[in-house]
């Protein structure tokens, strides 16, 4: 694993010049950010060794380096889910990568079905926390020091300091922006009514099929990061309404000028 890191990372900094301090993964209809980003240098995962390639309908497959708001970034246009049938390693193998490039903050995206009663479609919530309800731990197996501990703190997942300049965001720009705790599981079936009901019970806000397995690797390697959900979706035992992929994605296009905006100031912030 290690040997695979640094060829990627080699390839990507023969390609790509000055390397970032900050990356971003770009959730579901969350892709237009990409045409905030200048001097744009856009490479296919197709192209970058041992990276997979995506295979979900609305996640083309770049990796951008470019400007946004002043600053070097990394942009994941599409990210590799769990439930696509990749194991944990190669749905994190991006962070590592991002981290043998000397990136220090992750951003997030997602979207996500919401169970706080609280919320409506097309919320953007900041991630506060999250529960892990995927089989596995993508940290399991042999631990590389050089990497990160084998036993890492999950006690600030998110960024206190990143949600609090959020929050400051928000307030400036007229946001409104929920918190919430994200429960993260394989999917690719959405939850039933029951299911629903339970993630609220243990203390989730909102549910989706990703985010969390990346999460881990990029705090086991001491990256600070920054997450945001748009529900795209609402579920409980009260709730009717049929979730689909195309609703998911009209959802989160709707939302996506909001979540520009407060990813654009953030990154100009920090
Ligand atoms: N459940 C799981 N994942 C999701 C949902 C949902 O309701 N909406 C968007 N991604």
Redesign the pocket.
Known sequence: MLEKIKQTADYLRQRAGEMPKTAIILG?GLGSLVDHIENKTVIPYSEIPNFPQSTVQGHSGNLIFGTLSGKRVIAMQGRFHYYEGYDMKTVTFPVRVFKALGVETLFVSN???GMNKEFKVGDVMVITDHINLFPENPLRGKNYEELGPRFPAMTEPYDHKYIALADAIAAEKGIRLMHGVYVG?T?PT??TPAEYEYFRVIGGDA???STVPEVIVARHADMRVFGISVI??L?GKDITEV?SHEE?QKAAIKAQPTVEVLVKTMVERI
């Open positions: 579901t979207a996500a079905g599981t999917g959405f939850e549910v989706g099929m795209t979706d579920g979730p998911v």
